[in-house]
């Protein structure tokens, strides 16, 4: 299933031979839905910080899905009335609501809704994504490496097993 939503377009620009900046990719993306929930689609990883700029390969090629030691930015369309698994990944997450209204549900059991325009600073907790509307929505994703918290002695790991259950 294709989202209703219309595709973005992402613009890279990078350097010529004579060190001039150039566009290096201009190109439509645009998602495709699982029929079990939301679809992902990469904008453009790093694999390290500071970031290696000096090339012009397409990072968008170079999706694990995981930060390590670089960035992700990612777009996820939500269909209407989906519900996200909760997961957590050891990263620090920029959210920007772009279209419609999310929950965002945590794993005390806070739900707290999220409009377009709204940012949300995830830091490596518990969460998931539900879209309790009849419309589309669409969140982009910046996600960069992080510490993992520790609490009481313990360091909390990486918990993607219902994303992976979930097939998203």
């Known amino acids: 299933m294709s989202t209703l939503l219309p595709p973005m377009r992402r613009i890279v620009t990078s350097h010529n031979e004579q060190r001039q900046a150039i566009v290096a990719h201009d190109s439509q993306i645009s998602t495709e839905i699982p029929p079990q929930g939301a679809g992902t689609v990469l904008i453009w990883s790093s694999s390290e910080s500071p970031a290696d700029v000096a090339s012009a390969d397409d990072k968008a090629l170079a999706d694990t899905g995981f930060v390590n030691n670089g960035s992700i930015f990612r777009i996820v369309d939500l269909p209407p009335k989906s519900v996200g698994p909760l997961h957590r990944s050891i990263?620090?997450?920029?959210?920007?609501?772009?279209?419609?209204?999310?929950?965002?549900?945590?794993?005390?059991g806070s739900r707290t809704k999220a409009n377009e325009g709204d940012v949300v600073i995830q830091q490596a907790t518990m969460h998931g994504w539900t879209n309790e509307t009849d419309e589309w929505a669409r969140?982009?994703?910046?996600?960069?490496?992080?510490?993992?918290?520790?609490?009481?002695?313990?360091?909390?790991?990486?918990?993607?097993?219902?994303?992976?259950?979930?097939g998203n």
């Open 139 to 166: 969140i982009l994703a910046i996600m960069l490496p992080a510490k993992a918290p520790v609490f009481g002695g313990n360091e909390l790991q990486t918990d993607l097993a219902a994303l992976f259950e979930a």
């Open 91 to 108: 990263s620090l997450d920029y959210i920007i609501v772009q279209k419609g209204t999310v929950t965002l549900t945590l794993d005390d």
